[in-house]
């Protein structure tokens, strides 16, 4: 075959399998198994579904390639030669494309099960470290707990005693410390002019160590005796209270901030009226409230909702906007956080790539929204 028609002689007209190249599908595979998990583990799991989509693509190895005619001399001499060449090696050629395409299916099915089996190593390491995490904070709280005794829980809702063990429960729904202080340093900004800043429900202390780390005074009250002496082991200053009776001791305009996260779906409607009605009361001017919940509009977030027995009710973003106007809040708004790590894939088509774009906005919505309410 003349070699100025652009292809190589050795080739006879068989697109090259060269552009798969599997060591790198490989060595990606093996990055992401090392860092999984990790920004570096995410680029990885692009790169080799990338990779593996590129090869979805070339793997059909065909004698039928496109005649290309190349400008000059050549080009013109090769053309009509070509197609000539071309059926007279086909009996030759044919036989080793069915074997490439024969290599190359069996080599992507190979790479699809290592694929898998990297997967599950990665979920099985991940699990193994949460556990791990979960049970050194569980053996902290005990450690901090200390011989005398006090009560599970002073909150006044129904359910609040509905678990044994509510540190363990929350610690397994919420994640790790480290997890829950990296999603809520979003709203440590919004209170750097706001001290003194309270935190109701404040659980382990997370965002009571970030605003300490930013120079913001706060200080936290819990209703749960485990989550105050953890807390207090962090040397954060926080008091074991129910939220509503420790707001009403408080003086009038005393408060430059309120947070509240993961907090007012606990609350019967009674009981959040009146949260809502003493945050307005206690805030000075220029006050903030900033109340996290889950977002029911999500239905991934409707099964984080119902797993915990001491919810009271899910609050539909218009529905909180509303009550904290009613509370007295001047200007209410709402931002939606934490949207899920997986989601559907654009196709290139534009209307399937619209209509998975609306599959998102519905099934795949952010799982929190944040209320944010300010005191004139």
């Given at each position: 075959m003349p070699a100025g028609d652009g292809e190589s002689p050795g080739t006879a007209g068989v697109s090259s399998p060269a552009e798969v190249d599997v060591e790198a599908l490989v060595a990606q595979l093996r990055v992401e198994l090392r860092g999984g998990g990790t920004a570096g583990g995410d680029g990885a799991r692009r790169g080799a579904l990338a990779a593996r989509a590129q090869a979805e693509r070339t793997w059909p190895v065909s004698a039928e390639r496109p005649l290309e005619r190349r400008p000059g001399l050549k080009g013109i001499v090769g053309r009509p030669v070509k197609p000539v060449l071309r059926r007279l090696m086909r009996w030759y050629v044919e036989p080793l494309a069915a074997e490439q395409r024969a290599f190359n299916d069996a080599l992507l099915k190979l790479v699809d099960d290592l694929s898998e089996r990297l997967d599950?190593?990665?979920?099985a390491r991940d699990e193994a470290g949460r556990r791990a995490t979960e049970l050194e904070e569980r053996l902290l709280r005990l450690e901090r707990r200390g011989p005398a005794p006090v009560a599970a829980t002073v909150a006044h809702q129904p359910a609040a005693a509905a678990v044994p063990d509510y540190f363990a429960f929350e610690s397994r729904l919420r994640g790790s410390t480290a997890g829950v202080a990296e999603r809520q340093g979003v709203y440590v900004d919004d209170f750097r002019a706001a001290a003194p800043v309270l935190d109701l429900g404040c659980g382990?202390?997370?965002?009571?160590?970030?605003?300490?780390?930013?120079g913001v005074e706060a200080r936290g009250v819990d209703a749960d005796a485990d989550m105050v002496a953890y807390a207090r082991g962090e040397e954060l200053e926080v008091e074991q209270g129910d939220v509503l009776a420790h707001?009403?001791?408080?003086?009038?305009?005393?408060?430059?901030?309120?947070?509240?996260?993961?907090?007012?779906?606990h609350l019967p409607p009674g009981a959040l009226l009146r949260l809502l009605e003493l945050a307005r009361a206690k805030l000075r001017p220029e006050g903030l409230l900033v109340a996290e919940t889950i977002n029911p509009l999500s239905p991934l977030a409707l099964r984080n909702y119902f797993a915990d027995l001491t919810h009271a009710q899910p609050l539909v973003?218009?529905?909180l906007a509303l009550l904290a106007r009613q509370a007295g809040f001047s200007r209410v708004e709402t931002r939606f956080l934490n949207e899920p790590a997986e989601r559907l894939e654009l196709p290139e088509d534009p209307l399937l790539a619209e209509n998975a774009r609306r599959l998102n906005e519905l099934l795949f919505g952010p799982l929190d929204y944040a209320l944010y309410a300010h005191v004139a």
């Amino acid at each position: 075959m003349p070699a100025g028609d652009g292809e190589s002689p050795g080739t006879a007209g068989v697109s090259s399998p060269a552009e798969v190249d599997v060591e790198a599908l490989v060595a990606q595979l093996r990055v992401e198994l090392r860092g999984g998990g990790t920004a570096g583990g995410d680029g990885a799991r692009r790169g080799a579904l990338a990779a593996r989509a590129q090869a979805e693509r070339t793997w059909p190895v065909s004698a039928e390639r496109p005649l290309e005619r190349r400008p000059g001399l050549k080009g013109i001499v090769g053309r009509p030669v070509k197609p000539v060449l071309r059926r007279l090696m086909r009996w030759y050629v044919e036989p080793l494309a069915a074997e490439q395409r024969a290599f190359n299916d069996a080599l992507l099915k190979l790479v699809d099960d290592l694929s898998e089996r990297l997967d599950s190593a990665l979920r099985a390491r991940d699990e193994a470290g949460r556990r791990a995490t979960e049970l050194e904070e569980r053996l902290l709280r005990l450690e901090r707990r200390g011989p005398a005794p006090v009560a599970a829980t002073v909150a006044h809702q129904p359910a609040a005693a509905a678990v044994p063990d509510y540190f363990a429960f929350e610690s397994r729904l919420r994640g790790s410390t480290a997890g829950v202080a990296e999603r809520q340093g979003v709203y440590v900004d919004d209170f750097r002019a706001a001290a003194p800043v309270l935190d109701l429900g404040c659980g382990r202390g997370e965002f009571l160590s970030l605003l300490r780390t930013a120079g913001v005074e706060a200080r936290g009250v819990d209703a749960d005796a485990d989550m105050v002496a953890y807390a207090r082991g962090e040397e954060l200053e926080v008091e074991q209270g129910d939220v509503l009776a420790h707001l009403e001791s408080l003086p009038d305009g005393s408060l430059g901030g309120i947070f509240a996260a993961q907090l007012v779906e606990h609350l019967p409607p009674g009981a959040l009226l009146r949260l809502l009605e003493l945050a307005r009361a206690k805030l000075r001017p220029e006050g903030l409230l900033v109340a996290e919940t889950i977002n029911p509009l999500s239905p991934l977030a409707l099964r984080n909702y119902f797993a915990d027995l001491t919810h009271a009710q899910p609050l539909v973003p218009e529905t909180l906007a509303l009550l904290a106007r009613q509370a007295g809040f001047s200007r209410v708004e709402t931002r939606f956080l934490n949207e899920p790590a997986e989601r559907l894939e654009l196709p290139e088509d534009p209307l399937l790539a619209e209509n998975a774009r609306r599959l998102n906005e519905l099934l795949f919505g952010p799982l929190d929204y944040a209320l944010y309410a300010h005191v004139a």
